[in-house]
Nanobody, 122 residues
Framework: QVQLVESGGGLVQTGGSLRLSCAAS????????MGWFRQALGKEREFVAASSRSGGSTYYAHSVKGRFTISRDDAKNTVYLQMNSLKPEDTAVYYC???????????????WGQGTQVTVSS
């Protein structure tokens, strides 16, 4: 079965950095878009970043552009999210996802990880 497992979350101070990883198993995801979403307590799931099928194009939410970087290593079936200059408002559970195309629409992704908690202290 397909599994996506996020790791790298934790507690960090404002201005700090974290690198999230999402390792996939059960199938290869080369040729698929990879995305990151997050959900803060009491809020709806929101788009964070996505990488196109080829990895040649990346997309970011306005709130994280310039601070976060998505990357992928298809040989390792892994997608990463480098998060710099973290703010308290970045606190959320972060989920990775795969789908046919890079999009901000969560319902267009096919597989999801279980999520990893990121907490940014002020």
């Amino acid at each position: 079965q397909v599994q996506l497992v996020e790791s790298g979350g934790g507690l960090v101070q404002t201005g700090g950095s974290l690198r999230l990883s999402c390792a996939a198993s059960g199938r290869t995801f080369s040729g698929y878009a990879m995305g990151w979403f997050r959900q803060a307590l009491g809020k709806e799931r929101e788009f964070v970043a996505a990488s196109s099928r080829s990895g040649g194009s990346t997309y970011y939410a306005h709130s994280v552009k310039g601070r976060f970087t998505i990357s992928r290593d298809d040989a390792k079936n892994t997608v990463y999210l480098q998060m710099n200059s973290l703010k308290p408002e970045d606190t959320a559970v972060y989920y990775c996802a795969v789908g046919p195309g890079a999009t901000y629409r969560f319902n267009e992704y096919n597989y999801w990880g279980q999520g990893t908690q990121v907490t940014v202290s002020s």
